[in-house]
């Protein structure tokens, strides 16, 4: 496998383009004293385009995230940027560790050292890890698939090439979001590969095997199901039109970055466990240097149609089949609904399962040193076994 150093360079052009469109935003109305009940609220995102035209520095950001060692590789038929940080320990393991959506690889620059190099962070060495963090196919400087069936059980196999590329015969993998999706099926796929997952997050469309020859659904897995039915009618129809129409979408969004900021900040604001403050967990800078790679990269319809390649592809289970790689959960409190352990340990081997005492949807973000402690703990006796 062929690598490549990579380092970001947003041409000039492109950033005077967006300061144009920021300055030419056409803004809509908005019902006095509403907030964010309709959605992305007005008066922020006229703060945060202010910000993004005034204050915010890509150059600076971009000149920080520059300091992560970057690759393009390609892998099969597809070009994927990953970060590559060694680790500093006696005998690190390998572990590639995934994104999700509205997220970017940038989620993972604050986790990234106390895995590679725990004892600098009050840790011990023994846990290091040698991380590998891609960017998922049409997110951030991975291009866009143009083909069909690309979807999390595909990148789990552009994943496996590419860590063996890499030299890595054995792995461990975790994720959130599509990441956790990406994952599970690598831990599914490759159980001879894979040492171990750990997941911040169960996939929306995992389905264990359900019928007469299976235990029957308990109270507390119904009350799952009817939670996710619930969430799904008043807070998914951002999914439901990504996993169905997603062209349709992509062309406001590749064009207006005020409309694409307003997608994506309202989900950082739902999902994390802000209390309804998104600049309590994330400054401004942060949110928009996101936004910004979604902007930049121009293949945002590629994020969206993520969503429909994993309808048609979901994570469903039949008969008695069981992932044999252990599993390890970390529960974030404000986390979207999550199954109980037993809906899991239907197809999975759970040997970790922690309740966290703080955090959302972003872990990697929000709380990294919690994060990491716990993906830590769920590997350490995992690495006599491999």
Not at 64 to 79: C, G, I, S
Not at 125 to 149: N, W, Y
């Amino acid at each position: 496998m062929e690598l490549r150093p990579f380092k970001i360079q947003i041409p000039d052009d492109q950033l005077e383009d967006l300061k144009r469109r920021l300055r030419g935003t056409r803004w809509p109305d908005q019902i006095h004293g509403l907030g964010w009940e309709d959605g992305s609220d007005l008066g922020f995102l006229r703060r945060l385009t202010d910000h993004w035209l005034g204050a915010f520095d890509w150059r600076a950001h971009e000149a920080r995230l520059n300091r992560l060692p970057q690759y393009m590789a390609k892998v099969e038929d597809a070009e994927i940027h990953f970060v590559h940080q060694p680790g500093r320990g006696p005998a690190p393991l390998p572990l590639v560790i995934t994104h999700g959506w509205p997220g970017s690889f940038v989620e993972m620059e604050h986790v990234i050292p106390l895995l590679t190099d725990p004892a600098a962070h009050g840790g011990d060495p023994a846990d290091a890890f040698h991380v590998v963090a891609p960017s998922l196919p049409g997110f951030g400087f991975s291009p866009a698939p143009m083909t069909q069936g690309v979807s999390s059980r595909r990148i789990a196999e552009f994943w496996r090439g590419l860590m063996e590329g890499l030299g890595y015969e054995r792995f461990c993998a975790q994720g959130g979001d599509i990441g956790a999706g990406v994952s599970a099926w690598m831990a599914r796929l490759f159980p001879q590969t894979v040492i171990g997952a750990h997941l911040n997050y169960i996939p929306g469309s995992y389905r264990p095997a359900l019928g007469p020859a299976q235990p029957p659904i308990t109270e507390a897995e119904q009350a799952f199901l009817d939670r996710g039915a619930k969430w799904a009618a008043s807070e998914g129809a951002y999914a439901l039109l990504q996993s169905t129409k997603p062209q349709t979408l992509a062309y406001a969004l590749t064009d207006s970055p005020v409309g694409l900021a307003a997608w994506i900040v309202e989900k950082f604001r739902s999902w994390s466990d802000c209390d309804g403050d998104v600049e309590s967990v994330f400054s401004l800078d942060a949110l928009l240097t996101d936004i910004s790679l979604y902007w930049f990269s121009g293949s945002v319809g590629a994020s969206l149609r993520l969503y429909k390649e994993n309808r048609l592809a979901p994570l469903t289970f039949e008969a008695s089949e069981r992932v044999r790689p252990p599993l390890g959960v970390a529960l974030f409190p404000h986390e979207l609904s999550t199954p109980p352990r037993s809906w899991v340990e239907r197809s999975f081997n759970v040997e970790r399962w922690t309740a966290m005492p703080r955090g959302g949807h972003f872990a990697a973000m929000e709380e990294p040193a919690l994060l990491a402690e716990d993906i830590r703990a769920f590997f350490r006796p995992l690495r006599e076994r491999a």
